[in-house]
């Protein structure tokens, strides 16, 4: 038990001295202006490389993803069919449906859905 604790202890201060050394290494002396800004095969940039971003395309990318994952959790309920009560798996499946499809009308009701204003 002892070694144990004298190899993690040991293990610990090698792991924070590398740590250390390395930040320590990697930080720059001093910021260079032309280092820092954007490069466009040798001639300045004609417009601003900082352009913004849709924050209504955000809004349904989010979206989208979490209705692709709760697909993804609803696709092993046909092997969960197979093994376990109807009532069981429908009621579940049921419930699980009935919290998107509240989610996705709360969406469509706060106007996140609507792509042009």
Request: glycine share 4%.
């Amino acid at each position: 038990m002892l070694n144990v604790l004298l190899m993690t202890t040991v293990l610990f201060i090698i792991s924070s001295a590398l740590m250390m050394i390395a930040s320590t290494i990697s930080k720059k002396s001093s910021t260079d202006r032309e280092k820092s800004s954007p490069f466009e095969c040798g001639f300045d940039p004609k417009a601003s490389a900082r352009l913004p971003f849709s924050l209504q395309f955000f809004l349904i990318a989010v979206i989208f993803l979490i209705f692709d994952v709760e697909i993804a959790i609803l696709l092993p309920f046909t092997i969960i069919m197979q093994t376990s009560p109807i009532y069981c798996w429908s009621s579940i499946g049921a419930a699980f449906l009935t919290i998107l499809l509240l989610g996705l009308y709360h969406e469509w009701n706060q106007g996140a859905l609507e792509w042009a204003q």
